[in-house]
């Protein structure tokens, strides 16, 4: 739950200098959007107990966060 929380906030920008404007491309919507279906995805996996969908859900998970820090915020690893 809490990746798909954390997914829906940045959707809304918060307080820092940039957050308003990465927020309203829709580059930053698209990852933020694959970051939900993603813990969407591990959430129903552990549910189901099924190790494979959650591989893959992992698998899903972190390019788009990678991406998203090089695309917007270089700096932050």
């Given at each position: 739950n809490a990746v798909i929380e954390a997914g829906e906030t940045i959707k809304v920008g918060g307080t820092g200098p940039n957050d308003n404007t990465?927020?309203?491309d829709p580059a930053w919507d698209a990852f933020a959007d694959t970051l939900i279906g993603a813990g969407v995805d591990a959430r129903n996996a552990a549910n189901n107990k099924d190790i494979e969908a959650m591989y893959t859900a992992g698998d899903v998970l972190y390019?788009?966060?990678?991406?998203c820090h090089i695309q917007f915020h270089p700096g932050v690893q």
């Amino acid at each position: 739950n809490a990746v798909i929380e954390a997914g829906e906030t940045i959707k809304v920008g918060g307080t820092g200098p940039n957050d308003n404007t990465w927020a309203s491309d829709p580059a930053w919507d698209a990852f933020a959007d694959t970051l939900i279906g993603a813990g969407v995805d591990a959430r129903n996996a552990a549910n189901n107990k099924d190790i494979e969908a959650m591989y893959t859900a992992g698998d899903v998970l972190y390019p788009p966060c990678e991406e998203c820090h090089i695309q917007f915020h270089p700096g932050v690893q």
